[in-house]
């Protein structure tokens, strides 16, 4: 069964720092990872998609990377800002019929000004 | 063109009721997805719909039920509501699954079982 765990569970910066979140899953029978933002009570905007041929996925001031064999995702988020603050979600797409997602508990971020 | 919309937005409910949530997909998208997100937790996989057919269920009890219509909208039924069934219900639609990996969430419906 995947399992994917998210740490840290919770993290606060001050503007303008660069941080890192972390992923993993138990499973490396994976079609693809992907990163959702969520803020409080909404739903989730995807942010990022790496497929498991891929290594790294950019875009703007965020980078995410995949290890598919180690189990193992980050996003960076380089000079971070308030209006970064919001839960970010991993999940991964198993390599099985369909295309549900498997979740992580998230990160809550949250930048200080 | 709209996204995913659901509806209703909240909803509050005792023990033992039954409820029905919709989700109109963005336009084009023949998949829905249901997703129940806990309060503090991820989101977890209910089930999929594709071609009004139930194509994938998670590890759900029959009390959750779904349907497609033939212009893809989707319900999600409860029935004899429990205390842990209050969360957040997320829909997601997509392409065919064997042919798009992006899926585009809802603003989900918000269920509060007293």
């Known amino acids: 069964k995947q399992e994917v765990t998210q740490i840290p569970a919770a993290l606060s910066v001050p503007e303008g720092e660069n941080l890192v979140l972390n992923c993993s899953f138990t499973?490396?029978?994976?079609?693809?990872l992907q990163w959702f933002r969520q803020d409080p009570g909404k739903g989730l905007t995807s942010l990022l998609l790496?497929?498991?041929?891929?290594r790294e996925q950019t875009s703007g001031r965020l980078n995410a990377s995949l290890d598919k064999s180690s189990g193992r995702s980050t996003l960076y988020i380089a000079a971070s800002q308030p209006g970064d603050s919001a839960t970010y979600l991993c999940?991964?797409?198993?390599?099985?019929?369909?295309?549900?997602?498997?979740f992580g508990a998230g990160t809550i971020l949250r930048v200080k000004s | 063109d709209a996204g995913v919309t659901q509806s209703p937005t909240h909803l509050i409910k005792t023990r033992g009721q039954q409820v029905t949530l919709r989700c109109s997909p963005k336009?084009?998208?023949?998949?829905v997805s249901w997703y129940q997100q806990a309060l503090g937790q991820g989101p977890q996989f209910i089930f999929q719909?594709?071609?009004?057919?139930?194509?994938q269920r998670g590890n759900f009890p029959d009390r959750f039920s779904g349907h497609q219509f033939p212009n893809y909208s989707s319900e999600l039924n409860v029935n004899a509501l429990l205390l842990g069934d209050s969360a957040l219900y997320l829909c997601?639609?997509?392409?065919?699954?064997?042919?798009?990996?992006?899926?585009?969430f809802g603003p989900g419906t918000r269920l509060t079982v007293l």
């Open positions: 336009s084009g998208h023949d998949t």
């Open positions: 999940a991964v797409r198993p390599a099985e019929y369909g295309n549900k997602l498997v």
């Open positions: 719909y594709y071609e009004e057919e139930e194509r």
């Open positions: 499973d490396s029978a994976i079609y693809n």
């Open positions: 790496i497929q498991s041929s891929q």
């Open positions: 997601a639609s997509s392409l065919d699954p064997d042919l798009s990996d992006t899926q585009y």
